[in-house]
Antibody, heavy 124, light 108 residues
Framework: QVQLQESGPGLVKPSETLSLNCTVSGGSISGYYWSWIRQPPGKGLEWIGY?????????NYNPSLKSRVTISVGTSKNQFSLKLTSVTAADTAVYYC????????????????WGRGTLVTVSS | DIQMTQSPSSLSASVGDSVTITCRAS??????LNWYQQKPGKAPSLLIY???SLQSGVPSRFSGSGSGTDFTLTISSLQPEDFATYFC??????????FGPGTKVHIK
């Protein structure tokens, strides 16, 4: 079955760039929407953005983070990546990659597959 | 942004109890409401999509209802593995997708 796995540094210094990859295995990455979601310790879930894995590579971001976020296709064809610039302690969170499923039959959007998450701490 | 609220924020229940969690949207979202379960240290997993459709593999004791702004998640006979935090998420407005703050179900 399809599995997702996040990877990247667990510690990032303030003002630097957080970079994570998500590797998709066991299924096709093309033709689907893929997303990043984060969860500060002990808090709720915040959607970061998505990419549509196709020739167009359409992206959409949370307006609250848009100026600092880039989601792109990865260097390997079964990967997508997240970059978040100018990080502060407020960006400390578990970062999840997830498949964002769009139902063409009832127009609903939901996150049907998730990676295990990776904790990124912003600290000097 | 569409704001999602949940009540209660936490509840205590016993195995075998029926529990209901409420989610409210700040504007009508039709039936574009999804529910997730998250156990400590784990990623969320999808329980219900489109307000009332059970995700494949999810036990039938979970059910969802509602439309417009008010939605409920019901667990008909609580099992030990159901003690977790539950989040709702609206799939109506894509930018941004928003989640409720969560409801933690504790063992009484």
């Amino acid at each position: 079955q399809v599995q997702l796995q996040e990877s990247g540094p667990g510690l990032v210094k303030p003002s630097e760039t957080l970079s994570l990859n998500c590797t998709v295995s066991g299924g096709s990455i093309s033709g689907y929407y893929w997303s990043w979601i984060r969860q500060p310790p002990g808090k709720g879930l915040e959607w970061i953005g998505y990419i549509y894995y196709s020739d167009s590579g359409d992206t959409n971001y949370n307006p609250s983070l848009k100026s600092r976020v880039t989601i792109s296709v990865g260097t390997s064809k079964n990967q997508f990546s997240l970059k978040l610039t100018s990080v502060t302690a407020a960006d400390t969170a578990v970062y999840y990659c997830a498949r964002l499923f769009y139902s063409r039959s009832n127009y609903d959007w939901y996150f049907d597959l998730w990676g295990r998450g990776t904790l990124v701490t912003v600290s000097s | 942004d569409i704001q999602m609220t949940q009540s209660p924020s936490s509840l205590s229940a016993s195995v075998g109890d029926s529990v209901t969690i409420t989610c409210r949207a700040s504007q009508s979202i039709s039936s574009y409401l999804n529910w997730y379960q998250q156990k400590p240290g784990k990623a969320p997993s999808l329980l219900i999509y489109a307000a009332s459709s059970l995700q494949s593999g999810v036990p039938s004791r979970f059910s969802g209802s509602g439309s417009g702004t008010d939605f409920t998640l019901t667990i008909s006979s609580l099992q030990p593995e159901d003690f977790a935090t539950y989040f709702c998420q609206q799939g109506y407005s894509t930018v941004p997708f928003t989640f409720g703050p969560g409801t933690k179900v504790h063992i009484k």
